[in-house]
Nanobody
Framework: HVQLVESGGGLVQAGGSLKLSCAASGSISIIYDMGWYRQAPGKQREMVARITRGGSPTYTDSVKGRFTISRDNAKNTVYLQMNSLEPDDTAVYHC???????????????WGQGTQVTVSS
């Protein structure tokens, strides 16, 4: 059984910063790609940023230059540093991980429950 738990969301004024964390726990053999997705009210979930096990990041265009994704493989944790936040960044942010569990040995995709980020204008 694998769990992802996010933290670090909150309310911030436009132009401010937040740092999200997501820790994976459970019967983990290896974690491949990890990422952050977000879903605003009335909109589809979208990819914000992803990072490979080796540390190569990918960002959606709207956050390039403002957000930075990183990970600590020893801690099974992924981070999202969000700077210059804008009201359009308001959403529930979900952590995602591609995990090879120790048992059952079926590589699967896991999601966290999400953390709310609200940016006021």
């Amino acid at each position: 059984h694998v769990q992802l738990v996010e933290s670090g969301g909150g309310l911030v004024q436009a132009g401010g910063s937040l740092k999200l964390s997501c820790a994976a726990s459970g019967s983990i053999s290896i974690i491949y790609d990890m990422g952050w997705y977000r879903q605003a009210p009335g909109k589809q979930r979208e990819m914000v940023a992803r990072i490979t096990r080796g540390g190569s990041p990918t960002y959606t265009d709207s956050v390039k230059g403002r957000f930075t994704i990183s990970r600590d493989n020893a801690k099974n944790t992924v981070y999202l540093q969000m700077n210059s936040l804008e009201p359009d960044d308001t959403a529930v942010y979900h952590c995602n991980a591609d995990v090879q569990p120790t048992w059952p040995r079926t590589r699967s995709n896991y999601w966290g429950q999400g953390t709310q980020v609200t940016v006021s204008s």
